[in-house]
């Protein structure tokens, strides 16, 4: 069975480009959420999804963040102009409907590196 | 607000017990997940407690006290792949918000 696929796997940009990452949730999912993992600040919830909308998007740094869903197979995570500081690796994983003690599942990342 | 605490690093030895422990406040609490995190790679699910007590699954337990806001990972029998950051996670639900929200992880290091 495919898991979550993200891409690109690894992405290295200068600080003012726009940057887009990718995300195809496991088909049949409804939730769906976006990750940011860095040594210091571990693992922060950005956004998440139900059903193609947005829930809680209180983990969105700044307006440089943005995050779409347009429909259930894809959502895009953008930075714009991205800054050496968002320098991270960023996860998108999704559960089924209901989670109670359904896990999540994790895509294997995008190593984002801003010079 | 929430917050999850869990010790940054261990070091235990291959073929010993090793207990990571996990302190919790959250207002909306409704189950706690522990996932491994090999370096380089995504976290994995390992378990998930939602009423007090032991959860045993294989060298692998977790504990739950909802009234003292605690768990633990218990590994038994370590192997040398045991090696990896250990995340404890609360699920947090208030009103239409339901989500996940993990602490820092644990490192830990095992020792041939």
């Known amino acids: 069975d495919a898991g979550v696929i993200q891409s690109p796997r690894h992405e290295v940009t200068e600080m003012g480009q726009e940057v887009t990452l990718r995300c195809k949730p496991i088909s049949g999912h409804d939730y769906l959420f976006w990750y940011r993992q860095t040594m210091m600040r571990g693992l922060e919830l950005l956004i998440y999804?139900?059903?193609?909308?947005?829930?809680?998007d209180s983990g969105m740094p700044e307006d440089r963040f943005s995050a779409k869903m347009p429909n259930a197979s894809f959502s895009t995570l953008k930075i714009q102009p991205s800054e050496p500081r968002d320098s991270a690796v960023y996860f998108c994983?999704?559960?089924?409907?209901?989670?109670?003690?359904?896990?999540?599942?994790f895509g294997d990342g995008t190593r984002l590196s801003i010079l | 607000g929430q917050n999850i605490d869990q010790p940054t690093e261990m070091t235990a030895t291959e073929g010993a017990i090793v207990q990571i422990n996990c302190t919790y406040q959250?207002?909306?609490?409704?189950?706690l997940f522990w996932y491994q995190q090999h370096a380089g790679e995504a976290p994995t699910f390992l378990s998930y407690n939602v009423l007090d007590g032991l959860e045993e699954k294989g060298r692998f337990s977790s504990f739950l006290s909802r009234s003292k806001g605690y768990s633990y990972l218990l590994l038994k029998e370590l192997q040398m792949k045991d090696s990896a950051s250990y995340l404890c996670?609360?699920?947090?639900?208030?009103?239409?918000?339901?989500?996940?929200?993990f602490g820092k992880g644990t490192r830990l290091h095992i020792l041939p």
């Open positions: 996670a609360v699920r947090d639900v208030r009103n239409r918000d339901d989500k996940i929200i």
């Open positions: 994983a999704s559960s089924p409907t209901g989670q109670n003690n359904q896990p999540q599942h």
């Open positions: 999804f139900n059903n193609n909308v947005p829930i809680d």
């Open positions: 959250t207002s909306g609490f409704n189950g």
